[in-house]
């Protein structure tokens, strides 16, 4: 048995992170609903876009993570069933749990989703996950497009002996810039679907979760607090660096916004991509090494990370529309609509997620083909 399998410790930092990664894709998302429905002096203010600096913490999160469970296992035609069969059932069946019902209200009225796209949705592509020129039913899940290709092409990764893993995270980094300028040439317009999953630049977090992994598995684990505030800092000051440069709130590769001539996708690089890598490395080795663990107060939220943010935006569009409709001026009143909307969203999500994504998971866990294989080989030795 290798020493990461023997050694490679569960990090509940992990946890914390994507707690505050899932906050602030929901601070975004509430701002919107703020913006649209509220009946006098609002409390967040466009700054609140720096919080879109979660949706790069998830990525780096996911390169890592797989990157660094999978040592000591490259190369294994077992492990590899086993991770495919994990990741099918980890996304898909919760997904489909809180995408089925929408289907019959989005054909019912179809005015309800999507404004965007003209209210347009792909119902085929929307449960099978497939990319798409338009968003699906669940809007924010355009983001598990960039995961699913990822799980794919990392599947790839495993084929092969671990010592080849950097050449793969180069070649990766080749790939990338090279898909990356290209998308900075074609126009959003005039790409198709998957064109615009693969030349999105936010690809890049998942090669640094990668490294980090590697990183930190050799045993590169020097200035965890520097890196980690360093990473704070950079985010913040660049955003607002960019802020004050264009006088643009949203960095992202689908806005016009640009500065010394590159597209705002290729500066979420910096402003954010980078430093998410910086604040994860930093959070895994203050753990490993310090024994520091990062979010214990918000682990519950990151344990229910991800029904949360497949429901978040439906529970608090739901609450913005009835405040719309029914709500009272008054800062009072607003700040009760605000924290109420926080906590209907984190606890109904919360919720499903012990109801239904636990219970899934749990299922889904006990049928792993591998593991069934594991018991089957330890009852008859």
Same mark, same amino acid.
């Given at each position: 048995?290798?020493?990461?399998?023997? /050694?490679?410790?569960?990090?509940?930092?992990?946890? *914390?992170?994507?707690?505050?990664?899932?906050?602030?894709?929901?601070?975004?998302?509430?701002?919107?609903?703020?913006?649209?429905? /509220? !009946?006098?002096?609002?409390?967040?203010?466009?700054?609140?876009?720096?919080?879109?600096?979660?949706?790069?913490?998830?990525?780096?999160?996911?390169?890592?993570?797989?990157?660094?469970?999978?040592?000591?296992?490259?190369?294994?035609? /077992?492990?590899?069933?086993?991770?495919?069969?994990?990741?099918?059932?980890?996304?898909?069946?919760?997904?489909?749990?809180?995408?089925?019902?929408?289907?019959?209200?989005?054909?019912?009225?179809?005015?309800?989703?999507?404004?965007?796209?003209?209210?347009?949705?792909?119902?085929?592509?929307?449960?099978?996950?497939?990319?798409?020129?338009?968003?699906?039913?669940? #809007?924010?899940?355009?983001?598990? =497009? !960039?995961?699913?290709?990822?799980?794919?092409?990392?599947?790839?990764?495993?084929?092969?002996?671990?010592?080849?893993? #950097?050449?793969?995270?180069?070649?990766?980094?080749?790939?990338?810039?090279?898909?990356?300028?290209?998308?900075?040439?074609?126009?959003?317009?005039?790409?198709?679907?998957?064109?615009?999953?693969?030349?999105?630049?936010?690809?890049?977090?998942?090669?640094?979760?990668?490294?980090?992994?590697?990183?930190? !598995?050799? *045993?590169?684990?020097?200035?965890?607090?520097?890196?980690?505030?360093?990473?704070?800092?950079?985010?913040?000051?660049?955003?607002?660096?960019?802020?004050?440069?264009?006088?643009?709130?949203?960095?992202?590769?689908?806005?016009?916004?640009?500065?010394?001539?590159? #597209?705002? *996708?290729? =500066?979420?690089?910096?402003?954010?991509?980078? #430093?998410?890598?910086?604040?994860?490395?930093?959070?895994?080795?203050?753990?490993?090494?310090?024994?520091?663990?990062?979010?214990?107060?918000?682990?519950?939220?990151?344990?229910?990370?991800?029904?949360?943010?497949?429901?978040?935006?439906?529970?608090?569009?739901?609450?913005?529309?009835?405040?719309?409709?029914?709500?009272?001026?008054?800062?009072?009143?607003?700040?009760?609509?605000?924290?109420?909307?926080?906590?209907?969203?984190?606890?109904?999500?919360?919720?499903?997620?012990?109801?239904?994504?636990?219970?899934?998971?749990?299922?889904?866990?006990?049928?792993?083909?591998?593991?069934?294989?594991?018991?089957?080989?330890?009852?008859?030795?």
């Amino acid at each position: 048995m290798s020493k990461t399998k023997a /050694s490679a410790p569960r990090l509940y930092g992990i946890q *914390g992170l994507r707690g505050l990664a899932v906050l602030m894709v929901f601070s975004v998302h509430l701002y919107e609903v703020e913006r649209k429905y /509220s !009946h006098g002096p609002r409390l967040l203010g466009d700054w609140i876009h720096l919080s879109n600096f979660g949706l790069d913490l998830f990525f780096v999160i996911s390169g890592f993570v797989l990157t660094f469970l999978a040592f000591g296992h490259f190369a294994e035609r /077992s492990y590899l069933k086993s991770y495919a069969y994990n990741r099918v059932t980890r996304v898909y069946p919760t997904y489909l749990l809180y995408t089925l019902p929408l289907v019959p209200i989005y054909l019912f009225k179809p005015t309800l989703f999507n404004a965007t796209d003209g209210h347009q949705v792909d119902l085929f592509r929307t449960l099978l996950l497939l990319p798409d020129v338009t968003l699906p039913l669940i #809007p924010v899940a355009w983001t598990l =497009h !960039h995961e699913l290709v990822f799980y794919l092409l990392f599947a790839g990764v495993l084929l092969f002996r671990e010592t080849l893993l #950097p050449r793969f995270i180069a070649l990766g980094f080749v790939a990338m810039a090279v898909l990356a300028t290209a998308g900075a040439l074609i126009p959003r317009a005039e790409q198709g679907a998957f064109a615009r999953v693969l030349l999105n630049p936010i690809n890049f977090d998942f090669l640094f979760g990668m490294v980090l992994a590697w990183l930190i !598995h050799k *045993g590169e684990r020097r200035a965890a607090l520097p890196c980690l505030l360093l990473g704070v800092a950079l985010a913040v000051g660049g955003y607002f660096g960019f802020y004050a440069l264009t006088g643009a709130d949203w960095i992202g590769n689908y806005h016009s916004h640009q500065l010394f001539g590159l #597209p705002a *996708g290729y =500066h979420a690089l910096y402003v954010f991509g980078l #430093p998410a890598a910086l604040v994860v490395y930093g959070i895994v080795v203050l753990e490993i090494e310090k024994g520091w663990v990062f979010g214990r107060a918000i682990a519950w939220v990151g344990d229910a990370s991800y029904s949360i943010y497949l429901t978040h935006v439906m529970v608090i569009v739901l609450a913005g529309r009835l405040w719309g409709s029914f709500g009272v001026p008054g800062w009072p009143a607003h700040l009760a609509f605000l924290a109420g909307t926080v906590a209907l969203g984190l606890g109904l999500g919360t919720l499903a997620y012990h109801l239904f994504e636990k219970r899934l998971t749990g299922f889904f866990r006990q049928h792993d083909p591998a593991r069934r294989a594991k018991l089957r080989a330890a009852a008859q030795a």
